[in-house]
């Protein structure tokens, strides 16, 4: 009799526990948000390319689609257009030069993209400058060069978008696992004011992110590790509607096929960080090379009315999508 009236209390115990995590993060009984998709332009508005058999050294330039408008990424021309088109927020890639400053570009060498080989590590700002970044695209197999000659004097500088762009929000990626890099732009956004710091994130390897974090604690930043300790620990008691700390006042970026499997995804997990000042962008894929949402297609592939982040490298095309949506 014991035994019988444990093994009822234990099942109706269970039923309730999983009715209480059904009812607790179904986003079918969360406040209708009404906020728009918020879209992230991947450095700007560059041309594009296939993804297929991509690699950590593939040179993408010599891989591009049939150009569709006039820009290269890491620009700020491409910034602005990206601005123009809609995006909320541009992404942009940075690199530390022989002379201290921050150039933005995303390549390890100067070799793919550009008429000059080596490091840009290698080079001051003003040789930098006189460098074709358009110089190594090509949509035909090295038969056409269609923007040979059209990049020199584009690669800017990280000051230099700060101030073209002075009240738009920015994602800074520092493209290396060097702690000494994390410290480098500490110094230099050490100097700037607070609520301008509040409209920039950081993202890259763990090591310069930690210790950017350690000299900056109140600067939103994001690495793998970042991710995982908000992520994981959100796993284990987020169906609860616990927010571990390390989910707080951050940028997460989540893999579209992860995304279903995170406690109240999509709305109730949106609204979850929004209470905690958190930014939420869906990546293309599993994340592993910063594919994006990039056309219709792909935009069908999120929830019906989805209102969190979006990463696209097309932003011409995906913001017009939306707004058709959205009327």
Known sequence: ?????????????????????????SSYFTKERQT?????????????????????????????????????????????AAFDAGADMVELDIKPTK??????????????????????SDYTMDELRKMDI??????????????????????????EVLTHFPNQLLLIHIKS?????????????????????????????????????KRMPHMRVMSKETLKSCVLPYIGVGWTGVM??????????????????IWGWPNKFLNRMDKVDTR??????????SEGFDSEEDLNRLPVDYSGGIWTNRIDLIAPILKDKQE
């Not at 041309?47 to 690699?55: D, P």
């Not at 571990?244 to 499997?261: D, G, L, V």
């Open 1 to 25: 009799m014991k035994r019988k009236k444990f093994l009822k209390n234990s099942l109706l115990f269970i039923i309730a526990l999983i009715l209480f995590m059904f009812f607790n993060n």
């Open 177 to 213: 696992n060097d702690p000494e890099e994390g410290e480098q732009l500490a110094d230099f956004l050490s100097d700037l004011a607070e609520d301008r710091l509040e409209q920039l994130t950081v993202y890259g390897g763990d090591a310069p992110i930690a210790s950017l974090k």
């Open 99 to 120: 002379d201290g400053q921050f150039a933005v570009f995303h390549d390890w060498t100067l070799d793919c993209r550009t008429n000059a080989k080596g490091m840009v």
């Open 36 to 80: 728009e998709p918020f879209l992230l332009a991947h450095r700007g508005l560059g041309q594009t390319f296939s993804m297929e058999g991509i690699e950590g050294d593939t040179c993408t330039a010599e891989r591009i689609f049939e150009p569709a408008h006039p820009y290269l990424e890491n620009t700020i021309p491409s910034m602005q």
């Open 134 to 159: 358009g110089y190594g695209y090509t949509a035909d197999n090295g038969i056409t060069y269609p923007f040979r000659g059209k990049g020199v004097g584009l690669m800017p500088t990280l000051d």
């Open 280 to 289: 939420v962008i869906v990546v293309a894929g599993d994340g592993g090379w």
């Open 244 to 261: 571990p700390k390390a989910c707080k006042h951050t940028q997460i970026h989540i893999p579209e096929n992860y995304a279903p499997w």
